[in-house]
Each structure stands twice: as C-alpha cells, then as structure tokens.
C-alpha cells in the first residue's frame, strides 16, 4: 500500500509500467516540473520505461509488508 513518487524536472518524461499483474496506471504524456505518485498493492517486481526515452528503465520493488 506504499506510494512511490516521480519528479520530473524541466525535461520531460512519462512512466510506462510492464505488462503485470497489479501494476497502477502508467503515467502518460510528457510530464515536467511535477510530482506523480503511483501506489501499489502487491508485493512484486514492477518495471517500467520512459516512453519518451527509450532505453531509460527502472523497476519498483515491492515487498509483503510484516
């Protein structure tokens, strides 16, 4: 149930999550001088991509809380 948050500077990005279960909406168009947040529910390994930037990924590791 955590949220994770995106900052986006004067250059523009967008979040677009893999196609996985549990995965929150992708964030779309070109974002700049923002803050996102996504938040997952699922304990797992989300990754995603820069649709505006190829080849620049990441992934949110989620984990079962105690």
Same mark, same amino acid.
């Given at each position: 149930g955590?949220?994770v948050?995106?900052?986006?500077?004067?250059?523009?990005h967008?979040?677009?999550? =893999?196609a996985v279960?549990?995965?929150?909406a =992708?964030?779309l168009g $070109?974002?700049t001088?923002?803050?996102?947040g996504?938040?997952?529910?699922t304990a797992? =390994?989300?990754?995603?991509e820069?649709?505006?930037?190829p080849g620049m990924?990441g992934? $949110?590791?989620?984990?079962?809380g105690?």
């Open positions: 955590a949220t948050r995106w900052g986006f500077s004067t250059v523009g967008s979040v677009i999550f =893999d279960a549990g995965r929150p =992708d964030i $070109v974002n001088s923002v803050i996102i996504r938040t997952f529910t797992g =390994d989300y990754g995603y820069c649709g505006i930037h990924r992934t $949110v590791h989620v984990v079962a105690t």
